[in-house]
């Protein structure tokens, strides 16, 4: 009993530990990380590392990456960075116990689908002299940057550690700048349907002008808008066709991971004073579900994310409820039976009848309860009404809120730790 008690105590420990790894409130915490930090805050990669685990995070000090954030466009910066987070734990006594001195770690680069070949691993070697050296895993890559020291760890979630130099292999700097191309990317994708309606409207004026400053689109395929369920745009005004449109992109830089992360409704870009137009957004796992309140989408894809724009296809058309109205209810059950109604010739008589008669009971009375107790047995039970509100009384005191229970499995735990 008590190690089981111990082992609850330590999954909420353990829980509690994950849901405090914010990578951003952990890095402010030290002042020597303070631009590395800024970077990972304004690339969205903070949004990513706080969806993730386990990961491990390489911080560089401030004026480390000075040679990429003054020469190369934010999308290249943001490639660097994604260097530096790998997916996997590992703290200075892990690093110092490589099995065979080497080891290559997926990064969070790889992930995008950008980095050819070995271009998105980190090589991990454990040199001599208790140093351990970190470079490019292309092949022949020189391993320039070491480990120094290790900042924060969260067994097993989530690891800082500090390296000397930024990995910035020449191939990701050299990387060409993604197209911005809104028509193009759209037509290529798939989207070519909607890729139409946005520049026959004007939208993808209204999108190019917005993409600047932060722009994320949702692009249905042609196959959205020649489902069954898909309106007739035809039946539709032009400026509620352009509404439609606008519902499919927010005015920020949103990857997955901030999506992720995003609490509540978020505002479209066809919010205005006459509706909300906004969205909600579901996850599960690495699936990620877009609400509208009418019905709901799938991400299918990335087509494009390179800060400040991103571009998604959707399963299906995003039908905001200023719109098209709200989620139909479910169906009603099957109505519940009843007692077949009388005949007219049963029918209660006219309420023109001053004391119509009442009908005599088809049915015999059951016959009456003894009236005689048996011996040893209260004089009078409970009444219906106390028996129902002692039920009811019982049953909400044994309901007690999540927090408490941990509380109470946190002390219990520190009982027995003391008294072993």
């Known amino acids: 009993m008590a190690a089981s008690l111990l082992s609850l105590a330590v999954i909420a420990l353990l829980s509690a530990a994950a849901a405090a790894t914010n990578i951003t409130e952990i890095l402010s915490a030290f002042p020597e990380y303070s631009e590395f930090n800024a970077l990972l805050t304004k690339t969205k990669l903070a949004d990513e590392i706080n969806s993730r685990e386990p990961v491990t995070v390489c911080a560089l000090p401030n004026g480390a990456l000075s040679a990429v954030t003054g020469k190369y466009p934010l999308a290249v910066v943001k490639n660097v960075l994604a260097l530096h987070v790998l997916l996997d734990y590992f703290d200075g006594p892990k690093l110092h116990k490589i099995s065979d001195g080497s080891v290559l770690s997926t990064t969070l680069y790889q992930t995008t689908g950008n980095a050819a070949a070995q271009l998105g691993f980190v090589n ?22 070491t480990f120094t020291k290790s900042v924060k760890q969260f067994p097993y979630n989530l690891s800082v550690i500090e390296l000397s130099k930024a990995i910035a292999p020449s191939a990701v700097l050299a990387a060409p700048a993604p197209s911005a191309n809104l028509t193009a990317l759209l037509d290529k994708a798939g989207c070519k349907t ?21 722009l994320t689109i949702f692009a249905p395929n042609d196959e959205a808008f020649k489902a069954a369920d898909a309106p007739d745009l035809s039946k539709l005004t032009n400026a509620e066709v352009v509404s439609l449109l606008q519902y499919h992109a927010l005015a920020a830089y949103s990857p997955v991971g901030s999506l992720k992360q995003a609490k509540g409704r978020i505002a479209t870009l066809a919010t205005n004073g006459a509706g909300k137009y906004d969205l909600g957004v579901k996850t599960a796992g690495d699936s990620v579900t877009l609400d509208t309140g009418v019905d709901s989408s799938r991400i299918a894809s990335t087509v494009l994310d390179a800060t400040p724009l991103c571009i998604f296809t959707v399963d299906s058309l995003l039908l905001p409820v200023e719109l098209f109205g709200k989620a139909p209810s479910p169906a009603p059950g099957p109505a519940p039976e009843t007692s077949p109604s009388p005949s007219p010739a049963e029918a209660p008589t006219p309420a023109s009848s001053p004391e119509p008669a009442a009908a005599p009971s088809p049915f015999k009375s059951p016959p009456a309860p003894p009236t005689n107790s048996p011996d040893g047995a209260p004089s009078e039970g409970p009444t219906a009404d106390s028996q129902s509100s002692t039920t009811d009384n019982s049953g909400s005191s044994l309901v007690a809120p999540a927090a408490a229970w941990v509380k109470m499995l946190l002390a219990v735990a520190t009982v027995l730790m003391l008294m072993s």
């Open 124 to 145: 991990i070697t454990d040199v001599k002299g208790g140093k351990v050296a970190f470079g490019s895993g292309v092949p022949g890559s020189p391993l320039d940057s």
């Open 194 to 214: 909607f890729a139409s309606l946005i520049v026959s409207t004007g939208v993808a004026k209204v999108f190019a002008s917005a993409a600047d400053k932060g």
